[in-house]
């Protein structure tokens, strides 16, 4: 089951087909994290689904309080037949959302009330994507693992990072427009 699983999370968080592959580590909570991931959609027009492929990938971090909890959320979307759009909308709901899953200050605040169940409350209310079931399957740990493991063998410690080809790009920023993002990459604009 766990093979299934991987094998749906993987094409769910794989946008385009390109040779070129850029591997985009995300805390969803992280504002520049929601920043990068903002501009995905646009960087994916701009070169183009044949030119580029985009990983989307999962790093949690424990000062986001709540990260491992959406991570986990974010995973179970990715096993849906449809996983690709539920993926994107949780991750997007999340980044209009921020400061219903974000500690001020990563320490206090309103969210020190918010249990785990009420955070998958909110999830699925903003999303409208329902995965609490799968969310409870222990298989469902593996993928966790598997994305901390591939950024831990990479070196990557924060979000967002990026990574092109295999080697991590330090120059990339979220802070980048989407037309730097395509000089960094080396990409020509696509005639779609």
């Known amino acids: 089951m ?60 424990p000062w986001h ?20 759009s539920a993926v994107k909308t949780v991750m997007q709901s999340v980044a209009d959302h921020r400061e219903e899953f974000e500690f001020i ?21 903003y999303s409208g994507v329902d995965v609490r079931e799968i969310f409870d399957q222990t298989d469902l740990q593996d993928l966790v693992k598997r994305q901390a493991k591939y950024a831990r063998q990479n070196g990557i410690h924060v979000s967002p990072s990026f990574m092109v080809n295999g080697l991590v790009q330090p120059d990339i920023s979220s802070q980048d427009s989407v037309e730097e993002w395509m000089k960094k990459l080396g990409l020509a604009q696509s005639n779609q």
């Open 65 to 84: 309080m709540f990260s491992g909890i959406i991570v986990r959320y974010i995973l179970a979307a990715s096993t849906l037949n449809e996983g690709q």
């Open 105 to 125: 200050d990563h320490c206090r605040g309103p969210n020190l009330h918010t249990t785990p169940e009420q955070l998958l409350q909110r999830l699925v209310s």
């Open 2 to 61: 766990t093979d299934t699983l991987f094998r749906h999370s993987e094409q769910s968080l794989t946008w385009g087909k390109g040779e070129l592959v850029l591997d985009v580590f995300l805390e969803p909570t992280c504002p520049f994290s929601a920043l990068a991931f903002n501009k995905l959609p646009a960087l994916l027009n701009a070169a183009g689904p044949e030119q580029l492929q985009i990983k989307i990938r999962l790093q949690s971090q």
